[in-house]
């Protein structure tokens, strides 16, 4: 499958019904989405894999693995009613994934190739990307995430004798108006799509 099919797929894809501001629930720009999925994929990281998506909201990277070929997908998200969404994009997608209501750290995770994630950026609450970095480097082998310009320098110490920062690729992050809060129709952050590989 092309970039361009991928992100035509995921563009399809159910948003969050009532986003919480608290979890800082954006759905992932299917932009964005599909260029961290496809990015793996280039690597060998998706396809016939076992892939984790940590915070899965809509399901929209653990959708994107399967349609890439992902051997088995499982999502994971705190908020029992967003969790509702990624299984009709799974129907919409014709694919197949499972989805588990759990706290990140609650998370009991089996061994997994490949996490992807899209952690909140701290906004509403300091540090609540940590708690996923610490899933995912306990979870599986290699892991893709979406963070902050500027992020790097801090992962790669948080990290430091648990893994090791492959990678780091830098791309627009369009945000739409969601919540109350928002002032603009539209906002563009840029993000760093950080590989971690565990040591």
Do not use: W
Request: charged fraction near 25%.
């Amino acid at each position: 499958m092309k970039l361009r099919k991928l992100e035509m797929l995921l563009e399809g894809f159910e948003a969050f019904e009532n986003p919480d501001p608290a979890l800082e629930q954006y759905m992932t720009p299917p932009v964005v989405a599909a260029r961290l999925l496809y990015h793996a994929y280039m690597k060998g990281d998706i396809e016939g894999r076992s892939v984790l998506d940590l915070g899965c909201g809509t399901g929209i990277f653990a959708c994107g693995a399967a349609l890439l070929g992902a051997e088995q997908v499982t999502g994971a998200d705190i908020d029992p009613a967003a969790v509702a969404a990624p299984y009709r994009n799974a129907e919409r997608a014709g694919v197949t994934a499972d989805f588990v209501v759990s706290d990140i750290p609650d998370f009991n995770c089996r061994s997994f190739d490949t996490a992807v994630m899209n952690p909140p950026f701290g906004a509403q609450k300091k540090y609540a990307d940590r708690p996923f970095i610490d899933k995912a480097l306990k979870c599986a082998g290699v892991t893709y995430g979406i963070f902050n310009e500027g992020s790097t320098p801090f992962i790669r110490s948080y990290i430091s004798g648990r893994g090791v920062i492959d990678e780091t690729v830098r791309c627009d992050f369009p945000i739409k108006r969601t919540f109350a809060h928002h002032r603009k129709d539209s906002l563009e952050i840029r993000v760093e799509i950080i590989r971690i590989t565990k040591i």
